[in-house]
């Protein structure tokens, strides 16, 4: 079992920069495969990136390549997301997951967070 933690969300104008973090609990958190996935209004829930357990391998939805990061500390049982040069269309609710494949299906994980809300506008 792993429960899942965001924090970082806030509002913020076009071109700032957030870092989301997700905290994880459970022994187990260094073996999961992480992601973040992100929900507007209206609309379904889509990949943002992933990681794989040991931070070697990364994904990341097209829409934010070269502007997000995502990394892991193990030790700290914690997955962030490093996101520069936000747009009005990063608006949205940002979810950590926690699952067994890196991979960008909702499919693929097992244990989310409550989400923290994440907002750009001038």
């Known amino acids: 079992q792993v429960q899942l933690v965001e924090s970082g969300g806030g509002l913020v104008q076009p071109g700032a920069s957030l870092r989301l973090s997700c905290a994880g609990s459970?022994?187990?958190?260094?073996?999961?495969?992480m992601g973040w996935f992100r929900q507007a209004p209206g609309k379904e829930r889509e990949f943002v990136s992933a990681?794989?357990?040991?931070?070697?391998?990364?994904l990341y939805a097209d829409s934010v390549k070269g502007r997000f990061t995502i990394s892991r500390d193990n030790a700290k049982n914690t997955v962030y997301l490093q996101m520069n040069s936000l747009k009005p269309g990063d608006t949205a609710v940002y979810y950590c997951?926690?699952?067994?494949?890196?991979?960008?299906?909702?499919?693929?994980?097992?244990?989310w967070g409550q989400g923290t809300q994440v907002t750009v506008s001038s």
């Open positions: 997951a926690a699952g067994g494949i890196l991979g960008m299906s909702r499919n693929f994980y097992d244990y």
């Open positions: 459970g022994r187990t958190f260094s073996r999961n495969v």
């Open positions: 990681i794989g357990w040991s931070g070697g391998s990364t």
